[in-house]
């Protein structure tokens, strides 16, 4: 006679079904997982490459594409501390960071993909409100979001939300921008006043203990991009001062193309209560993360073009003229500081706020 197993012994218990946070059973693939896609992404990202319900996204190419050019692709992931923060959040940072690292290679974004990693406990309706961030950040850049995945861990193992995006866009021939291509004679220009994402993120840490009005400037960059290169086609280099802040991204571009940087420091635009932050704190605002600026370094000839076109938006209402490209000091950064004098600007060696972006 066959033994039957004892069922008793065989019991597991099932993941606590939630409502209102998430659990274990919301990364099972089951019923649990499906009812959450159903409920809070396709809700948000809804179009027919996602609700066709495959693992991928088969889609057509568009326009733009049908001419000489090629693909540019980013992948990047985004942690932060907290998920919400005065000018934005983690989802409108997920995709406004993708859709400028695509922008500068000089290529115009198309479609994004996300990855999200839930921790257990996470709020549903927090959960709800980042996605639909991301939804108006997309609708914002005029990309989509056409494939993605879920995946819940245990209490403990994360930071409530963690997210990577994948994009995918074109540039479109005979566009060359690299960190490598910046000249001797090249213009410096900054599209607007930098440090102010860290800023406010550590305002709403509570790290400040004192109040400002400073917001993020998180913000994806592709039209204000496109008037650029409208304006200025020869553009050599283009780069998004995020982690390490300007200095970093300066001397990035300084070491990929062998050439030195000169930057002054009274040219340098930054908010009257960003400047009395960092100094109150101890920080340099050229180390402090930006999410929605960039450094444009293009022929001189081409500046003041350059300058009216990002003038004419509102996210390059305070572009500036920073500094210009020499042989003078190769591989270095300089600033001419407010008192006359000059020193060398090194790239950030360590993490001046962690989890910022």
Wanted: glycine letters at 10%; charged letters at 20%; hydrophobic letters at 40%.
């Amino acid at each position: 006679m066959t033994n039957l197993p004892n069922f008793e012994n065989l019991y597991c218990p099932l993941p606590l079904v939630s409502k209102s946070h998430i659990v274990l059973g919301h990364g099972s693939g089951g019923s649990m997982t499906h009812n959450l896609i159903k409920e809070v992404f396709l809700q948000a990202f809804g179009n027919p490459y996602l609700e066709a319900g495959n693992d991928f996204a088969s889609i057509p190419l568009p326009k733009v594409t049908r001419s000489k050019g090629r693909l540019t692709i980013s992948t990047d992931a985004h942690v932060i501390t907290p998920l919400q923060f005065p000018g934005g959040d983690i989802g409108r940072l997920a995709v406004s960071g993708t859709v400028n690292d695509i922008c500068m290679s000089g290529g115009i974004p198309l479609y994004l993909t996300a990855a999200f990693i839930l921790e257990e406990g996470l709020s549903i309706d927090l959960l709800k409100e980042i996605a639909f961030s991301m939804k108006r950040t997309a609708e914002e850049a005029e990309v989509q979001i056409i494939a993605g995945d879920t995946k819940v861990v245990e209490k403990g193992k994360a930071d409530q939300l963690f997210i990577t995006t994948c994009g995918v866009g074109w540039i479109p021939s005979g566009r060359e921008i690299s960190g490598d291509r910046a000249q001797d004679g090249d213009v410096v220009i900054l599209s607007g006043e930098i440090a102010e994402h860290g800023i406010a993120v550590l305002a709403a840490r509570g790290d400040l203990h004192f109040q400002t009005t400073v917001v993020s400037d998180v913000a994806p960059l592709n039209q204000l991009i496109s008037l650029l290169l409208q304006a200025a086609p020869h553009t050599h280099v283009l780069r998004d001062p995020t982690r390490g802040g300007l200095a970093t991204v300066l001397n990035e571009i300084a070491q990929q193309s062998g050439m030195g940087i000169k930057i002054e420091e009274e040219l340098i635009p930054i908010k009257k209560e960003v400047k009395s932050a960092c100094e109150l704190l101890g920080f340099d605002p050229l180390y402090v993360a930006n999410e929605g600026k960039f450094v444009a370094i293009l022929p001189k000839n081409e500046m003041d073009a350059a300058l009216q076109a990002l003038a004419s938006h509102p996210l390059g209402k305070s572009a500036r003229l920073i500094g210009v490209v020499d042989q003078e000091n190769p591989l270095r950064v300089t600033m001419k500081t407010l008192i006359g004098g000059t020193r060398i600007v090194d790239m950030l060696s360590g993490e001046m706020l962690p989890r910022i972006c």
